[in-house]
């Protein structure tokens, strides 16, 4: 038997690992969503999914339900956590999303520092930044555009 690689093919440094209430829901979501395809999934003798994984675009998630003490997003009334992912068409990533049940939280729109982005919240508690790089600037590009923002931000308070 050959030995392993130390991280898998497809697989990359950082993997996020999610918990849910309804980890199948969840699942089923993401598939409409964002896409995702299903990997694996585990479920316990309970029911409950011990371990599933699914790939958006070329990352792969673990996904689990409550299980050994784990919360939920949903259970602690949100998440800190969110997630940027680039794609080919924002403004079509935001439209499905949102199609699928995630609110809006941030139209897309062209961003300071080169990308289109918007923001949508899943119904379990996860925030998604869709994004799309349509402008490669430079450091001092990206610095005017930023203290341009920031006297916006600052005049819109």
């Not at 093919?9 to 969503?33: H, M, N, R």
């Not at 924002?90 to 062209?110: E, L, N, Q």
Request: charged share 20%; aromatic share 10%.
């Amino acid at each position: 038997m050959a030995n392993p690689k130390p991280i898998p093919d497809g697989y990359t440094t950082v993997t996020p690992s999610l918990v849910f209430t309804e980890c199948a829901k969840a699942i089923a979501f993401y598939k409409q969503a964002l896409g995702a395809q299903e990997l694996a999934r585990i479920p316990g003798p309970d029911g409950k999914i011990v371990h599933a994984e699914i790939k958006v675009g070329n990352a792969h998630v673990m996904l689990s339900d409550e299980i050994m003490g784990a919360k939920s997003a949903q259970s602690l009334g949100g998440s800190p956590v969110g997630f940027y992912l680039y794609v080919e068409d924002a403004d079509g990533a935001f439209r499905k999303a949102t199609a699928a049940g995630c609110k809006p939280i941030m139209p897309v729109a062209d961003m300071f520092w080169g990308d289109r982005m918007g923001v949508v919240s899943d119904p379990f508690g996860f925030k998604w930044n869709f994004a799309t790089r349509v402008k490669e600037l430079t450091p001092d590009e990206m610095k005017k555009g930023q203290d341009e923002w920031m006297k916006q931000m600052a005049g819109a308070q």
